[in-house]
């Protein structure tokens, strides 16, 4: 592996500045593989939010993971669904998630086709207890 050397002019802040745009600009890449039809999730990344969180102005997400505003219908969901069902369901179950499923699909049928990506974003929150 090659291991480059730093300058003398080199310091902490610099290492700490590289990595958060190292960050930033990892997340920009999975962006723009998923743009040019790869099969990787769309991380919804944009130059605003590479440069925003380069600079360390805007928080960065794990790779492959979306952002909050991307999951946030599906926790907001999750929350709502536990305050009505989860007298009749008080633990997650397979009876739940296959009722929640029903309704996830019926309330937004354009993410229909993502209940196992969706389902776990809406678990956790059904199960929060904050």
């Known amino acids: 592996m090659n291991q ?3 300058p003398k002019w080199w310091t902490q802040d610099n290492d700490s500045a ?8 990892k997340r920009d890449w999975d962006q723009t593989k998923h743009d040019m039809g790869a099969k990787v999730p769309d ?8 440069v925003k969180q380069a600079a360390g102005t ?15 219908p599906a926790y907001r969901f999750g929350h709502g669904a536990h305050s009505y069902y989860g007298g009749k369901y008080p633990q997650w179950n ?3 998630e296959k009722r929640l499923e029903e309704d996830w699909k019926a309330a937004n049928p354009s993410r229909s086709k993502n209940w196992d990506d969706d ?10 207890k904050g």
């Open 4 to 6: 480059n050397k730093n």
């Open 119 to 128: 389902r776990d974003a809406i678990r956790h929150a059904w199960n929060y």
């Open 58 to 72: 805007e928080a960065i997400p794990p790779r492959h993971q979306p952002t909050f505003e991307e999951v946030e």
């Open 94 to 96: 397979e009876d739940i």
């Open 18 to 25: 590289w990595n958060r745009a190292k960050e930033a600009f």
């Open 43 to 50: 991380t919804n990344q944009s130059v605003k939010s590479t």
